[in-house]
């Protein structure tokens, strides 16, 4: 069993930075797949990143390629979702989850590919 907590959410304006991180807690952690994920209002949750066990692959959703960085410290049972540049849209409530696959682009991406997820965390860009 493993608990997500996010936290660093909150407000920031159109091309500012901010850091959300999620805490995990048991002693597994590190043998996870490790994937942020985000809901805007009025909108279906979707991916936005995901990191694999070891920390050495990554992928992220094309909108926010090269702007939002995944990582992770297995020592402190901690991942990060470094978001720079960020835009109106980005808006949304940031989850963090946890599962045990690990592979194609499209199996990492998936929701049912995770077995445990935060409460979420807001992040409002303001214009």
């Known amino acids: 069993q493993v608990q997500l907590v996010e936290s660093g959410g909150g407000l920031v304006q159109a091309g500012g930075s901010l850091r959300v991180s999620c805490a995990a807690s048991?002693?597994?952690?590190?043998?996870?797949?490790m994937g942020w994920f985000r809901q805007a209002p009025g909108k279906e949750r979707e991916f936005v990143a995901a990191?694999?066990?070891?920390?050495?692959?990554?992928y992220y959703a094309d909108s926010v390629k090269g702007r939002f960085t995944i990582s992770r410290d297995n020592a402190k049972n901690t991942m990060y979702l470094q978001m720079n540049s960020l835009k109106p849209d980005d808006t949304a409530i940031y989850y963090c989850?946890?599962?045990?696959?690990?592979?194609?682009?499209?199996?990492?991406?998936?929701?049912?590919?995770?077995?445990?997820w935060g409460q979420g965390d807001q992040v409002t860009v303001s214009s």
């Open positions: 990191i694999r066990w070891s920390g050495g692959i990554t």
């Open positions: 989850a946890a599962g045990n696959q690990w592979g194609m682009r499209r199996l990492v991406e998936a929701e049912v590919s995770y077995n445990y």
């Open positions: 048991g002693r597994t952690f590190s043998t996870y797949t």
